[in-house]
């Protein structure tokens, strides 16, 4: 998995944030970057079909 | 007069001694103080103590109680503040290098109401550094022991809180819960912890991990003394954009309701299921005495909880590294190498990969909602494990072995996800004598039947009063 995540590709993200790191410290990230988002892909295992985001909802019980 | 003893005090006794003047203020914090200069060199609950401005809160207490002028139960009473609570004036590191200079110039919303009922803040306590973990370990102000077993970790990240009440340095601390940060460290640690419904406690002026997901609430060594403490610091606040408009109450009123009759329930998809032997034991055991006290029980099902680890990791990663983008930028080499690489994961992960998490969240929300239509309240461990050594990588769960960093919040992360209050309850020991949690959970807004039935289960019990031996 990890060749398909560049550190080119990291670097220019990190840019975007304006963080400029040195390509060894994003070559050293970029397996926890992979391992995290593979944990993620299990939440692909939910119906999420016609499901609205949760993420306004508990501020709305104000 | 003999010494005053602040490890076996809770907050409502002290209060009533406070009131008819049988004890001083000035004795209290001063007992609080000798625990802290006693214990916190080995314990490392405190970042920072402030002594004198303590003593002299303490004699202005004492001479206004004097006076006739008694605020309320906290009046007198000392507390301490998870270091992210803002004190004006005060240094507020929020456990990491990269603010270790910080001093705010205001009062949190919390810290302003805490001094207003007239408590006494001894000092900041320590924290996993950024509120970022369950375990309590934090390079800079040092790993938070475990005040039952040293070289054991006390659960985090409200590490140092649940340290200074479980060993009388202080009678009550605030700590805040954005994936279990209360309840981890009340069920490792041997107190109370009690997370509030989401809105119902003010985050202002409090370090910020995630937006949706933060909370703030007591810990203490008893149920009623949360509730005391809830009851000072509950309302709304029109400068936290998550606090919700709702009629203050008396929690402490809240506890005198009978339980007889309380339905609860019992999740048992296999998620629930993959629990340490002693902790499945202590839990089993309170949920009998439960029944004992007219509690009825019946299956409920959570399926969506099995996935609450990837909800509330892809949620809080990405709002973490939202707010802490121009931080990481001013300050890099200030964070901890651990902390940088989380807010930079974050920042790489795909908006798409939030917004799914949001919605997994929704449908985990509903299951709660229609559980809690079918029971009161829904009783379950705190943790599926006790507390484990300092600098474990992997611990055994279930005949395997899963990552310690996220095992503590297994359970807890849910409630964070719904919102929904919860509240952690000392229910056992293992023989090892680390402590085991019972965590109860309720509807949105019904943190008084929550605190209920964990008061009764306390009236039931006696594991709240053992004491450590330090």
Redesign the interface.
């Known amino acids: 998995m990890a060749e398909s995540l560049s550190v080119e590709a990291?670097q220019y993200?990190?840019r975007q944030?304006?963080?400029d790191?040195p390509p060894e410290r994003v070559q050293e990230?970029a397996p926890?970057?992979v391992e995290?988002?593979d944990?993620?892909k299990?939440?692909?295992?939910?119906d999420?079909k016609d499901?609205?985001?949760?993420?306004i909802?508990?501020?709305m019980?104000? | 007069m003999a010494r005053v003893d602040t490890v076996a005090l809770t907050v409502a006794e002290a209060a009533r001694l406070v009131r008819s003047r049988k004890l001083s203020p000035v004795e209290l914090v001063e007992a609080s103080l000798r625990r802290v200069e006693a214990l916190d060199r080995r314990l490392r609950a405190f970042i920072t103590v402030l002594g004198d401005q303590a003593m002299a809160e303490a004699r202005k207490a004492e001479a206004e109680i004097g006076a006739g002028n008694y605020k309320g139960p906290l009046h007198g009473i000392p507390i301490s503040l998870k270091d992210l609570f803002y004190t004006r004036g005060v240094l507020t590191t929020a456990g990491t290098g990269a603010f270790d200079d910080f001093v705010p110039n205001y009062d949190a919303t919390v810290t302003a109401k805490l001094k207003e009922a007239g408590a006494i803040v001894i000092g900041k306590n320590n924290l996993h550094e950024l509120a970022v973990g369950g375990t309590g370990e934090n390079p800079f102000f040092g790993n938070g022991q475990n005040p039952w077993k040293e070289g054991y970790v006390p659960g985090g990240s409200s590490s140092g809180s649940a340290i200074a009440v479980a060993t009388g340095m202080g009678l009550a601390s605030m700590g805040s819960d954005t994936g279990g940060s209360i309840r981890i460290p009340a069920s490792f640690s041997g107190v109370v912890g009690h997370k509030p419904t989401y809105g119902l406690v003010s985050r202002y002026g409090v370090f910020a991990l995630s937006w949706t997901l933060d909370h703030v609430g007591p810990l203490t060594k008893t149920v009623e003394d949360a509730a005391i403490v809830l009851t000072a610091v509950a309302g709304y606040d029109a400068r936290d954009s998550g606090s919700a408009q709702v009629r203050r109450r008396n929690y402490v009123r809240s506890l005198r309701g009978d339980v007889k009759g309380l339905r609860l329930g019992i999740p048992l998809d296999p998620f629930f299921e993959v629990l340490d032997k002693e902790v499945r034991q202590a839990v089993s055991q309170a949920v009998r005495v439960m029944r004992g006290m007219g509690c009825t029980t019946r299956r409920v099902s959570l399926p969506t909880a099995a996935y609450s680890q990837e909800i509330g990791l892809a949620i809080s990663w990405a709002e973490t590294a939202s707010i802490y983008e121009s931080e990481l930028r001013a300050r890099f080499h200030r964070f901890s190498r651990a902390v940088q690489d989380q807010i930079l994961v974050g920042l790489s992960m795909p908006s798409s990969v939030y917004v799914k998490a949001q919605m997994a969240r929704a449908v985990a929300q509903r299951e709660f909602h229609r559980a809690l239509e079918q029971v009161d309240l829904i009783v379950m461990p705190t943790t599926a494990v006790p507390a484990f050594p300092i600098g474990s990588k992997q611990v055994q769960l279930g005949g395997e072995s899963v990552e310690a960093r996220f095992l503590p919040a297994r359970l807890t992360r849910p409630s964070n996800q719904t919102g929904y209050p919860a509240l952690s309850v000392p229910c056992g020991f293992t023989r090892e004598g680390l402590p085991v949690g019972l965590q109860i959970i309720g509807r949105p807004f019904e943190d008084g039947l929550v605190l209920r039935l964990g008061h009764a289960y306390q009236q039931a019990t006696e594991w709240h009063k053992r004491n450590q031996q330090l």
């Open positions: 990291l993200l990190f944030a304006g963080l790191l990230l926890s970057v995290f988002l944990r993620l299990r939440l692909d295992e939910l999420l499901v609205a985001p949760a993420f909802s508990p501020l019980w104000k």
